[in-house]
Nanobody
């Protein structure tokens, strides 16, 4: 079983910052890429940022320059630094990871339960 647990969400004023964390635990061989999605009420879930095992990052256009994804592979952690928060960033943020359970198996993607980020204007 693989579990992803997010933390760090909260209520902040526009222009503020938050740092989201996600811890992966369980029985697995390796974590490949990791990332963050978000879903606002009434909207589809969207990719926010991703990071490969080698540290290559990608971002949604709407967050470039404000969001920074990073990871600590030794600790099975992924982080999302969010600066310059806007009311439209209000959403539930979900961590995800592409996980290889054994050395000779394929990989599957897992998601956490999410952490709420609310930005007041």
């Amino acid at each position: 079983q693989v579990q992803l647990v997010e933390s760090g969400g909260g209520l902040v004023q526009a222009g503020g910052s938050l740092r989201l964390s996600c811890a992966a635990s369980g029985n697995f061989f390796r974590i490949n890429d990791m990332g963050w999605d978000r879903q606002a009420p009434g909207n589809q879930r969207e990719l926010v940022a991703g990071i490969t095992r080698g540290g290559v990052t990608n971002y949604a256009d709407s967050v470039k320059g404000r969001f920074t994804i990073s990871r600590d592979s030794a600790k099975n952690m992924v982080y999302l630094q969010i600066d310059g928060l806007k009311p439209e960033d209000t959403a539930v943020y979900y961590c995800n990871a592409d996980v290889r359970r054994t050395s000779d198996s394929g990989s599957s993607r897992y998601w956490g339960r999410g952490t709420q980020v609310t930005v007041s204007s």
